[in-house]
């Protein structure tokens, strides 16, 4: 074999070498960025009616922060307006983010949509990147409010509001 051949196969195999890393890294990257989508996580920060400009649920509120263009957003949009309506003292409030660069800067919001369960003094229970799942907010706004889940999960079930 002559020595063009030898170089020639060495350039070939570091080259699958190297795509064969990207590859797992990005899978890896991926699978991370899927695995915490959506997912509700603790914070330690508070938000006031005057940050708000609106008020507060009297149990829980429910704020998303979205973008005109986001399509999830609407998705986010219709779970946390039907939890809002079947559950009581539970308020839904959607802050665009190009309206509030100030609240988007100082809660660290990088994507929409952004959903925050706050308990009823404005203290943020949990927050999300994503669309939450249904159970997950059900849970957040238990969590929020200081009663079992079991009774918000009844309360909504059976549209007592």
Known sequence: MGTG???LYRGVTAG???AA???VLAAGGGFA???RDGRL???RQRMTVADLGQPLGNRATLLQFSSSFCAPCRAARQLLADVAARTDGVAHLEIDVADRL????????????TVFVLGPQGQIARRASGVPRRDDVLAAVALA???PAAQIESD???GLA
């Open 33 to 35: 960025w899927q695995r």
């Open 145 to 147: 409010s200081g009663e």
């Open 16 to 18: 699958a070498i190297v």
């Open 102 to 113: 100030d609240l988007v800067r100082r809660f660290d919001v990088r994507r929409t949509p």
């Open 5 to 7: 051949r030898r170089a």
């Open 21 to 23: 890393a990207v590859l």
């Open 41 to 43: 996580r603790q914070s």
């Open 156 to 158: 909504s079930e059976h």
